[in-house]
């Protein structure tokens, strides 16, 4: 055929659902994640956490394998405070990946000016957020709440109903810590990846922001004698909260209530930064 | 001026330029002078009437090795040495460099030492004022006689050679990983998370480390918590038998000259590769 008869034709093949449309991003998104080998590695080496837990759980409750080590059953206490260990184990390991995926979701859309490509189509703001911040929220996901949940109910499968029934507060506790820790990746993730739009900077802007801020309300803490530094520490507030609910309160700091307004204030500063700069027109004056 | 030298200048004073009056540098001011804000307000607004200069000294010690040393001067050493090679690859405009009849090894000579001015006079210079903040509360004569007739003067001058010794260490570490790897932020993280279980690391693989050779050039330790809470980050305060002053020096110097001398001989390999990052 020749070249000149090759014309404009729309797209006549099916077309994706609007609801589900954001899920294109996402699968075009985690293709392009997982092409790093790397990165490949380190996320499944988030898994060796969760898997050594299952296995302590079942091994807690295996009598004739602790008999042979001298043991008895449940020689570990399973209990809040071992659930928010892991959680925040995890959590590390989740900011630690969010500090990696999270500045290739946006910032190369940026640079390249490729946000007016993704918005000339039926495809508004809010759905290419939540199509990048998908990709950052199931792997967050897949490596703190599945994870989670899954040792809560192989222990309950272990022991039994009653401890489940006992112990359904754990399961909720775990399902909305998670929830929390991971709208609060996601936004930060993205946040950092439109804000400084270089891949590397951004990546370390997201490790140093946990660290530096621990850090300095460390510093306003020790030096001004008071607590309200512990606002500015991420970390501190998604434990407090995380804490209040497994049941398992941090005694010190901030109360729940108090730290799960400075993450509500705090995601709230991430969503206007987010708006602010993923926009596609900029006027000159 | 013998030829070599006069190419090392020359990147200095371009380099220099770039570190200290770049829009993107910023940060790295407010990360080292950070400390000084709520030193420099606790002067101003708060109650300083029955405080001890002696708690004060406790905890600016812990400030110093908690805060400064291994967040601020690490992440500072970030952006500031990455910058140098990465940086320039980001911005496109290495290859004018390499273009250039300038030896490999002369260039990241002369980028690691504009690094290193850029560094040690902004972090050392932040420790002077959060030195200023933390302390100029008290009476005129009682901070004279401690610092002239007490430890106040010796004690300075180690938080200023322990800063001036994270850069030099770190900031050669950082240079070395923005020539050799594409994403600097991978050796980044794994130093980071290394310094940081140095507390939990036998007393052998502790010295495998930058964290524990400064820690022994600080002139007050501090001492690990009781109470953890079951935190991690409070694994980042832990007592060490510190090496003597002299050999941790000595071992950092050595330290940042190999690794540059590595990176200068890497650096032979260098290619651009402008990619979409």
């Known amino acids: 055929m020749a070249v000149y008869k090759r014309t404009y034709r729309g797209y006549s093949g099916p077309l994706t659902s609007p609801t589900w449309r954001f899920t294109v991003l996402q699968r075009y998104a985690f293709k392009a994640v997982f092409k790093s080998r790397l990165l490949l590695i380190g996320y499944v080496a988030c898994f060796f956490a969760p898997l050594a837990l299952i296995c302590a759980l079942y091994l807690n409750q295996n009598a004739t394998l602790l008999a042979m080590v001298g043991q008895k059953t449940g020689f570990m206490k399973i209990d809040a405070a071992l659930f928010l260990n892991f959680l925040s184990v995890q959590g590390v390991l989740a900011g630690l990946v969010t500090a990696f995926v999270g500045p290739s979701l946006v910032a ?74 991971i709208a609060v990746l996601m936004l930060m993730g993205l946040a950092m990846s439109a804000f400084v739009r270089w891949k590397i900077v951004a990546g370390a802007l997201i490790l140093a922001s946990f660290a530096a801020g621990k850090g300095f309300a460390a510093v306003i803490n020790e030096v001004m004698r008071t607590k309200i530094g512990y606002f500015l520490d991420v970390q501190h507030l998604l434990s407090t909260v995380s804490g209040a609910l497994l049941h398992h309160p941090v005694t010190e700091g901030t109360s729940p209530w108090a730290a799960a307004l400075a993450l509500v204030v705090f995601c709230g500063f991430l969503l206007m930064l987010i708006n602010r700069k993923l926009r596609v027109c900029e006027v000159a004056g | 001026m013998n030829l070599w030298k006069r190419q090392l200048l020359a990147i200095i004073r371009i380099d220099l330029a770039r570190t200290f009056f770049s829009k993107r540098g910023i940060w790295i001011y407010l990360l080292a002078l950070a400390p000084a804000i709520p030193m420099f307000g606790h002067w101003i607004f708060g109650n300083t009437e029955n405080e001890q200069l002696g708690g004060d000294a406790q905890i600016f010690a812990g400030i110093f090795q908690f805060f400064y040393l291994r967040i601020a001067i690490f992440f500072g050493c970030v952006g500031i040495f990455m910058n140098l090679i990465r940086g320039e690859m980001l911005d496109k405009s290495l290859h004018f460099y390499l273009l250039g009849p300038v030896r490999r090894e002369v260039l990241v000579a002369g980028k690691f030492l504009s690094g290193l001015i850029a560094s040690i006079t902004i972090f050392c210079g932040a420790v002077l004022v959060q030195w200023v903040g933390m302390f100029a509360h008290y009476s005129p004569d009682l901070l004279a006689s401690y610092m002239f007739s007490g430890p106040g003067m010796s004690h300075l001058i180690s938080y200023l050679l322990a800063a001036a010794l994270a850069c030099i260490g770190y900031g050669s570490v950082f240079l070395w990983a923005g020539v050799r790897y594409k994403n600097p932020l991978i050796p980044a993280a794994m130093i980071l998370v290394w310094e940081g279980a140095n507390g939990l690391l036998p007393a052998m693989l502790k010295k495998i480390s930058i964290i524990y050779w400064l820690k022994s050039v600080c002139p007050v330790s501090i001492p690990a918590p009781k109470n953890n809470d079951g935190e991690i980050l409070s694994l980042l305060i832990f007592d060490i038998d510190p090496a003597p002053a002299m050999v941790a020096v000595v071992n950092l110097l050595l330290l940042a000259a190999f690794v540059t001398v590595w990176a200068g001989i890497r650096a032979r390999r260098l290619e651009i590769g402008y990619g979409t990052d």
Do not use: H
Request: glycine share 12%; with cysteine; proline share 4%.
């Open chain 1, 108 to 181: 190369p859309d940026l640079t390249n000016g490729a946000l007016s490509v993704y918005l000339a189509r039926p495809f508004s703001r809010s759905e290419y957020i939540l199509g990048k911040g998908m990709v950052l929220g199931t792997m967050i996901g897949s490596i703190t709440l599945l994870p989670g949940l899954l040792a809560f109910a192989v222990q309950s499968s272990l022991v039994g109903w009653t401890w489940f029934v006992d112990n359904l507060y754990l399961g909720v506790g775990i399902t909305l810590s998670c929830l929390v820790l």
